[in-house]
């Protein structure tokens, strides 16, 4: 599976962005696809994850209804369209898959090389 994560860049606070992700090879080890984050000096966190089919989302309290994730599954393409972002939700952003839900980053198993997003006051 190879992931190529796209639509970083900087907005000020308040500001929306929209993150995609698409993916190509996928197989049953794909099934989930999450968003993760890693701000400088910090741990990489959970954002949100989503099934393909769309069944099943989930997101971190940080997030929650600020950011929506979705799926093209035509497309091979997930996306999160974040909005009221705020300066803490400066990170790189990272997309991977994971065979089955979850929000720990060990069990995700292909990453893409992330995307920058910065949040300026």
């Known amino acids: 599976v190879q992931l190529q994560a796209s639509g970083g860049g900087s907005v000020q606070a308040g500001g929306s962005l929209r993150l995609s992700c698409a993916a190509s090879?996928?197989?049953?080890?794909?099934?989930?696809m999450g968003w993760f984050r890693q701000a400088p000096g910090k741990e990489r966190e959970f954002v949100s994850f989503?099934?393909?089919?769309?069944?099943?989302?989930y997101y971190a309290d940080s997030v929650k209804g600020r950011f929506t994730i979705s799926t093209d599954d035509a497309r091979n393409t997930v996306y999160l369209q974040m909005s009221s972002l705020k300066p803490e939700d400066t990170a790189v952003y990272y997309c991977?898959?994971?065979?089955?839900?979850?929000?720990?980053?060990?069990?995700?198993?292909?990453w893409g090389q992330g995307t920058l997003v910065t949040v300026s006051s």
């Open positions: 090879g996928r197989t049953s080890s794909s099934n989930v």
């Open positions: 991977a898959t994971a065979p089955y839900i979850n929000t720990r980053p060990s069990l995700y198993n292909y």
């Open positions: 989503i099934t393909w089919t769309g069944s099943a989302t």
